[in-house]
């Protein structure tokens, strides 16, 4: 079963535009992490947030966690054709020791 | 550093053939692990390994073998290929301990007639 799970499933904007993609797991975390896939490509890590942790900036990303709601969302400003990918929460829940369960993605096109 | 190599990159097999996915990483990672990805279903963790000569079970093991005896290889072995095993194979490694990011290989697609 998935721990995380992401919506929007897809999405797309033009150049220039925000995109804000979520994520809901189930049990109580270490950490949350966002991956980045290309399509064809192996996964790319992008940011990660710790369970004690509320808001964490990479660039032009903002990642934040809500522990309480067992959500986080992450945000990409001023997107760009080269954003086009899939993009991945995985979470590292407590009692898994450090094994990593991924949502399902969302995968964002961003047109010029 | 090449970081984690997969091979080979593409894969067709008739069911009930063997065939072992290879999987390297130059990192001096003690964590290893093997994910599927199917459409729609993100990525299952299929086995995984926490230092040479220790492995695991994962979401999803069943027809999959692994086995650990380098901190450099984490083989994917598939016994009696099946169709429902046609997917494509991520390797994933980090530092050891309980926490961190995962560095990806490129992946091994496999299809299975």
């Known amino acids: 079963s998935q721990q995380g799970e992401e919506d929007p499933q897809a999405l797309s904007i033009q150049e220039g535009e925000n995109a804000t993609m979520n994520c809901s797991y189930k049990t109580s975390i270490n950490n949350l992490q966002w991956y980045r896939q290309n399509s064809g490509r192996g996964l790319v890590h992008l940011i990660l947030i710790r369970s004690n942790e509320r808001e964490k900036h990479s660039g032009r990303l903002r990642v934040t966690l809500d522990t309480s709601k067992k959500s986080s969302s992450l945000l990409i400003t001023a997107s760009r054709a080269a954003d086009t990918a899939s993009y991945f929460c995985a979470t590292s829940a407590t009692d898994s020791w450090g094994k990593l369960q991924f949502g399902a993605g969302t995968q964002v096109v961003v047109t010029p | ?113």
């Open chain 2, 1 to 113: 550093n090449a970081g984690v190599t997969q091979t080979p990159k593409f894969q067709v097999l008739k069911t009930g053939q063997s065939m072992t996915l290879q999987c390297a990483q130059d990192m001096n990672h003690e964590y290893m692990s093997w994910y599927r990805q199917d459409p729609g279903m993100g990525l299952r963790l299929i086995h995984y390994s926490v230092g040479a000569g220790i492995t695991d079970q994962g979401e999803v093991p069943n027809g999959y073998n692994v086995s650990r005896s380098t901190t450099e290889d984490f083989p994917l072995r598939l016994l009696s290929a099946a169709p429902s095993q046609t997917s494509v194979y991520f390797c994933a490694s980090r530092e050891g301990g309980h926490t961190g990011e995962l560095f990806f290989g490129e992946g091994s697609r496999l299809t299975v007639l």
